[in-house]
């Protein structure tokens, strides 16, 4: 922590700012005559800060603000969030922000942007003055290039903490803060926050405090549409759609059964619940950007139109729900201690991501399956692909996979040129394997008595009803594991963690009776990735992808292109003189299967064409599974719904 933040005693600190200011709580800061920035300190902040929102101007997609927080006269230090949940970053759009101007008492006041903690603005508040006030606005992205795009002529997306400043000094949990909302005519909003009153399109919502408000996004649009994912319950669940167009809102009821078999699934895995209601907050769009972002008591999903008009086509992105769901257990309801900070510009401690999102990313695809809303066939198949991806990932021979969990503060998702060197957010997926590993070995170990399903209870089950945040450390996770079945779980951990390989943790594919295969046809779910991706996955046999038009992608380290001096940036123009197509370099490897002539690939790097030649003969290759002759089916069991 940087000593900006350090914790003075009130003696030390008043006597810092009766010499830094001797004579005037009025005057003018400079970046070189700054006070410290307050520490957050457990207490309750004095009144209400009232946040005012315009959403209206959806030509330019601009959010304006209106802010005031009760104040005294003298230094105060106003925050823009930075660490985000769920981001797992220093993220906050903070260059999205603009025209901000501080009044008090109907007076400008000058601010100055601390030159540490950039977040930060520091202004000093006139005698006589009982509120500072701020108007400022939120440029929202314009085109994916300067970020998601969250309003669009049909759809926005109010993220709190894109356009909220805050109070320094205080605990996030303890500053009440009372958001009003004006929506363009005629819109509905879906959110978890509890709504006052509306008044036309001004929406008043019931005061909360600021963790829980950042913590509740909301979606509005000019086509919505609510289904009811838990009739006639205590605790509601909704499902909150906004669309580009009315025709994408059709679901049929055999659509939405699915959906409520996810709820009652998730309830029958954890045996608890921790909301007072859930919104599932879905956008089904062309032109507002996809999202996948957990809540406690809702979550941000977008993809693409035809969810459910197409639905028989999108079988492989359908675990994003039960993915955002199961966050409300594992990572919001349970996080990891150095994820449940004091407010938004305390550093996040990402260590055990790979619990939080490794095993969510396990949970979102078991109850994916199990409700319905993937098959088990199509489980496998993802599964497949998982375990393959990251079994040729080169990457883990310098830097093992908990070094991952750094990747959201180090990278923030951008492109990578050798991706599969340097690696990612590989606590994700790889974590996935890791933990159908635990649960493999939990069932072998125990005769098939007990699984990860009982872990899952007694770790996110406990204080049912209740959303107060419960923090956990590694030694907990391994006391849990080991209350389940004894074993060496914190050896097991570490070794699959911190290790080199070689290949991903294949193990509990073994256990469960399967093992990652080869073969020369694609499956349902590859296809349907390469389809959405408009791209060809040569991954298993060239070692890279082609994207459309032939532009070369995802270059395997030391793989066959690797090794013929291919790189991402680079394009296609001929197959063994023939222009190409996707159909003429699959024809191509297959030719040379067998043979001994090697593949010619005219390819255009800049101004510059050259031919490439690939010695390979190996045919085409997918992932995919198959089963283990003579073994136990634990897949089977795994996949299949709780009675």
């Known amino acids: ?154 759809i926005l997306g109010v993220q709190w903490n894109a356009v909220t400043l805050y109070p320094a000094g205080y605990f996030g949990s303890r500053i009440p803060v009372q958001a009003n909302l004006r929506l ?21 919502f019931k005061p909360t405090d600021l963790n ?54 998730a309830y029958k895995l954890y045996g608890s619940h921790h909301y007072d209601h859930y919104d599932f907050l879905f956008a089904l769009s062309d032109e507002f950007s996809g999202i996948g972002l957990e809540h406690h008591q809702s979550s941000e999903n977008g993809v693409k139109p035809g969810y459910f008009t197409e639905w028989a086509k999108g079988e492989a992105g359908r675990d994003l729900l039960a993915h955002e769901y199961t966050h409300s257990w594992d990572g ?20 055990l991501l790979y619990v939080y999102e490794g095993q969510t990313q396990y949970w979102g695809n078991v109850l994916a399956a199990r409700s319905g809303l993937v098959s088990q066939q199509g489980a496998k198949d993802a599964l497949a692909a998982a375990a393959a991806r990251y079994d040729s990932v080169k990457g883990r021979e310098w830097r093992a996979m908990q070094d991952t969990v750094y990747d959201p503060i180090l990278n923030s998702r951008r492109p990578l040129g050798w991706g599969n060197y340097q690696r990612s957010e590989d606590y994700y997926t790889e974590g996935q394997l890791i933990w159908l590993d635990a649960d493999t070995l939990i069932r072998e170990l125990s005769g098939d008595k007990r699984s990860l399903n009982d872990f899952a209870k007694a770790f996110f089950g406990i204080n049912d009803g209740s959303h107060v945040r419960a923090p956990y450390t590694f030694e907990e996770v391994v006391a849990t594991l080991n209350k389940i079945q004894p074993y060496d779980w914190a050896g097991f951990l570490r070794k699959r963690l911190d290790g080199h390989g070689p290949g991903a943790p294949l193990d509990g594919l073994a256990r469960a009776g399967w093992k990652l295969v080869y073969t020369d046809t694609p499956t349902d779910y590859v296809k349907s990735i390469d389809d959405r991706s408009k791209a060809l996955d040569l991954s298993y ?31 296609i123009v001929a197959v063994n003189n023939t222009a190409y197509k996707p159909e003429v370099l699959k024809k191509a490897i297959k030719d040379a299967k067998g043979g001994t002539a090697p593949i010619q690939l005219l390819v255009k790097k800049g101004d510059t064409f050259r031919t490439v030649s690939l010695d390979y003969h190996g045919g085409l290759r997918y992932p995919r599974l198959e089963r283990i002759p003579g073994t136990k089916d634990r897949l089977e069991s795994i996949y299949a719904a709780l009675k």
């Open 541 to 571: 046999s060239l070692g890279f992808a082609v994207a459309s038009g032939g532009a070369i992608r995802n270059v395997v380290w030391d793989g066959v292109g690797f090794r013929a001096g291919l790189a991402a940036n680079a394009t």
């Open 212 to 265: 829980t408000l950042v913590d509740s996004p909301l979606f509005a649009g000019r086509y919505f549409k609510r289904f009811d994912l838990d009739p006639g319950a205590k605790v509601p669940v909704h499902l909150d759609v906004v669309a580009d167009d009315a025709d994408s809102l059709a679901a049929t009821p055999e659509q939405i059964e699915i959906h409520r078999k996810l709820i009652q699934q």
């Open 332 to 351: 919001k309801f349970r996080r990891p201690g150095g994820q449940a900070v004091a407010n938004f510009n305390v550093p996040l401690q990402n260590e």
């Open 1 to 154: 922590m940087h000593a900006s933040f350090a914790v003075r005693s009130t003696s030390a600190l008043t006597l810092a700012l009766a010499l830094a200011f001797p004579a005037c709580a009025q005057s003018t800061f400079t970046p070189t005559n700054l006070p410290p920035i307050p520490a957050p300190v457990d207490q309750p902040f004095p009144g209400t800060v009232v946040l005012n929102v315009d959403a209206t101007d959806l030509s330019q997609q601009i959010f304006r603000m209106h802010i005031s927080m009760p104040a005294k006269p003298g230094p105060m230090t106003v925050l823009y969030p930075q660490w985000l949940p769920g981001n797992h970053s220093p993220t906050g759009p903070i260059t999205q922000l603009a025209g901000l101007k501080f009044t008090a008492g109907g007076k400008p006041v000058e601010w100055v942007r601390d030159p540490v903690q950039v977040y930060a603005y520091h202004v000093n508040v006139p005698e006589g003055a009982t509120t500072l006030e701020a108007d400022y606005v939120y440029l929202s992205p314009l085109d994916t290039n300067q970020g998601r795009i969250t309003m669009t002529d049909n």
């Open 184 to 204: 363009p005519a005629g819109w509905q909003f879906g959110t978890a926050l509890e709504t006052a009153e509306r008044q036309g399109d001004d929406v008043h």
